[in-house]
């Protein structure tokens, strides 16, 4: 008997909401640095997740044990849990918007192929990137190789009528040098993730020609100049607008941050962008391909969807679950996620991006006086006011409609939204770049982001030279 019908024997006995979660996630990784394999890991976990909902109080049991004595062992934990909650909070009514429960059992593509696929092979790949990163220019200090893949199996039940289940794979590369040159050093970097397998992986655009472009680009960076601060006319690349999307304006569309008093709270229907900006956040993204947060439903068992958060500069949705759902009267969007069986779910984003527009870029440089081409998206941080302070590579100098010089690092800032309204152009070209390591929310999350070029203003942060 498979896992989804030996919980759904079980969620048919229940009376009242129970939603029932298998996972299972066998993960490896590695890091090839100096010619060797630096760093091996591998985990597998599995077990079930329970929620229970009694008296309007949610109630939460998890075990590894996944016999069926220990799952009903768990259900019933999560009741108590939920009706001491009730208890002791006193009268709270939860509801629960059904949405579209899934029936589904999903094979991802590349699962199998990733699933027999030797670690040897894996290891073998990976070292020969960091032997060719190593050797591609004498200025070479150290580069590193990582590679990791997950390869997550569920299955999902509730009592009222959601029974799926699905296997994907989610395998991510980078590469990473560091240069040096007369006590100078310079780095640059590259990677991709995808849902998806090995083969698909390696066709990322992200990865095309990745040994020699991230060479090139650190050995250049150890000469550049620092760029000039302040506010500026900017083309951001999709890996940049996918970071501004996803930390600036993507987690103030939360719904339960939104609840929380977030900058969007209130906004639906309001001008927030430019015309020209249409963002979205998806499950299934159709767009390029390669996105990694692809998943036929969320961890409450609501197929996915794309939502559209923001429509021709217009604030038009946030982001729910089942219980969110239905205290704004809106249908789930399926953004319900947990890192590990044991998690409780939480809403979270999945692909999310700027719809292509009409523009070329070759287009947006010619037409521009002065600025920057910014690339190279780093760390940083948002706030719930949508503030943002962002690290960025390197950027290209735009002068009299040409990319001129390279430069060095700089920070960007600003209010997201402010940033969104001074769009002026959208390209066509459209790229996912943000598929390698995890959303952080309480718990991981593997998402993606990316988008368009687009041009704004923005406040650069340089220094002198």
């Known amino acids: 008997m498979s896992m989804k019908q030996i919980l759904q024997q079980l969620a048919h006995k229940q009376s009242g909401y129970v939603e029932l979660r298998w996972h299972k996630r066998t993960s490896n990784s590695f890091l090839a640095t100096k010619g060797r394999v630096d760093v091996a890991n591998h985990s597998l976990t599995e077990g079930v997740g329970v929620r229970a909902l009694v008296d309007g109080a949610w109630g939460f049991a998890a075990t590894a044990d996944v016999s069926e004595a220990a799952i009903k062992r768990a259900i019933d934990q999560a009741r108590a849990n939920a009706s001491l909650l009730a208890k002791a909070r006193g009268s709270h009514s939860i509801e629960l918007r059904k949405g579209r429960l899934s029936t589904k059992d999903f094979t991802g593509e590349g699962f199998r192929e990733l699933q027999s696929m030797s670690i040897a092979d894996k290891l073998g790949k990976i070292i020969e990137l960091e032997h060719q990163l190593a050797k591609s220019s004498s200025r070479m200090h150290t580069a590193r190789a990582r590679y990791t893949e997950y390869l997550e199996e569920k299955a999902i039940v509730t009592s009222d009528g959601a029974s799926c289940s699905f296997q994907i794979a989610q395998p991510e590369v980078s590469l990473s040098a560091i240069v040096e ?10 990677g991709a993730g995808v849902s998806g397998g090995w083969s698909c992986l390696f066709r990322h ?89 692809n998943l036929p439903f969320d961890d409450e068992g609501i197929e996915t969807e794309n939502t559209v958060i923001i429509r021709d ?17 809106v249908n789930p969007t399926g953004n319900a996620r947990a890192w ?37 998206a780093g760390s940083g941080q948002a706030d719930s006011n949508g503030e943002f302070m962002f690290g960025c590579g390197y950027v290209w ?23 969104l309204k001074t769009v002026d152009a959208v390209s066509s070209e459209f790229q996912w770049d943000l598929g390698t390591g995890h959303c952080g929310k309480g718990q991981p999350a593997k998402v993606d982001a990316g988008g368009p070029y687009i041009r704004c203003e923005i406040n650069i942060g340089g220094r002198q030279s």
């Open 181 to 190: 040159k007369d006590g100078q050093r310079a780095t640059s970097n590259k």
């Open 397 to 419: 100098e735009i002068k009299n409609g040409k990319k001129t010089n390279l430069l060095r690092e700089a920070t960007l800032s600003g209010i997201a939204f402010d940033v």
């Open 313 to 329: 500069g217009k604030l038009v949705s946030y982001l729910h679950n089942r219980e969110s759902a239905a205290e704004f009267g």
């Open 340 to 376: 590990l069986f044991s998690d409780e779910p939480l809403i979270r984003m999945r692909n999310t991006y700027i719809v292509p527009g009409t523009s070329k870029l070759s287009d947006m440089i010619s037409s521009m006086d002065d600025g920057y081409l910014i690339e190279g």
């Open 205 to 293: 655009p992200t990865l095309d020609h990745m040994v020699d472009e991230i060479a090139k680009t650190s050995v250049d960076l150890l000469d550049a100049k620092y760029p000039e601060g302040g506010r500026k006319k900017v083309i951001l690349a999709p890996a940049v607008v996918g970071l501004l999307c996803h930390e600036a304006i993507g987690h103030t569309v939360e719904a339960d941050f939104v609840k929380a008093g977030s900058v969007a709270a209130g906004k639906i229907g309001q001008d927030v962008a430019s015309s020209l900006v249409t963002m979205a956040d998806s499950g299934q993204e159709n767009i390029s391909g390669y996105a990694v947060g």
